[in-house]
């Protein structure tokens, strides 16, 4: 079973503070996903990776900056926090089989 | 870009009745997928599926790619398949997904 593995689990945050969401997979994965999902709704793709060093824009990108220092880690960086940015961030990744694989999540709060 | 619309947004269940999630999506292009979240906020992947008919358990997934929707039917429900189910709609890579806002299943003993 894949594991995918997000820091911190919650947090509450300033406006205008830093924040980063961490993310671990310890499968050798490819691809990495970061989504948010807001209450009642769905995910959407924020950023994403293919490999390290690299990353990219998903549906979402402002205000977030990503970062895949190596394969197995893959972090979501909030230089300047806003309120819209309260919502549960997910990390996950996925290696060219038909699943993927989801973190726990991180719960964040701006006030 | 994708649109998924999931229908109903929510459902009450007593155990043991089957239900029927609806998912409809805007293009032709599917890499359809199921997941399930957990009243917690784990997700699990349920089905990738993008076209005919698949099964696991008390589970079938069924993809109509020129109909442009797809289905989720779950049999003899029970109280542990409450959760949300969402449908999602994947673009060149598997991973890049297009969420509808799911279906809050409740079902009660």
């Known amino acids: 079973e894949a594991a995918v593995t997000q820091s911190p689990r919650s947090k509450v945050a300033v406006t205008g503070g830093k924040v980063t969401l961490s993310c671990h997979q310890t499968n050798n994965h490819d691809y990495m996903y970061w989504y948010r999902q807001d209450t009642g709704h769905g995910l959407r793709l924020i950023h994403y990776s293919y490999v390290a060093d690299s990353t990219e824009k998903g549906d979402i990108p402002d205000g977030y900056k990503a970062s895949r220092p190596s394969q197995e880690n893959f972090s979501l960086i909030l230089e300047l926090a806003s309120l819209s940015q309260t919502a549960v961030y997910f990390c996950?990744?996925?290696?060219?089989?038909?699943?993927?694989?989801f973190g726990e999540g991180s719960r964040l709060i701006v006030v | 870009g994708q649109q998924v619309q999931q229908s109903p947004a929510s459902l009450v269940l007593q155990e043991g009745e089957n239900a029927e999630l609806q998912c409809n999506f805007s293009s032709t292009a599917t890499r359809l997928q199921w997941f399930y979240q957990h009243p917690g906020g784990r997700l699990v992947s349920l089905f990738y599926n993008p076209s005919g008919t698949k099964h696991t358990g008390r589970l079938t997934s069924t993809t109509v790619t020129n109909e442009r929707r797809g289905s989720l039917h779950i049999s003899s429900s029970q109280t542990t398949d409450s959760g949300t189910y969402f449908c999602?709609?994947?673009?060149?890579?598997?991973?890049?997904?297009?969420f509808g806002a799911g279906t809050q299943l409740i079902v009660i003993p």
């Open positions: 996950a990744s996925w290696n060219s089989g038909n699943t993927l694989y």
């Open positions: 999602a709609i994947g673009g060149s890579a598997l991973g890049r997904l297009h």
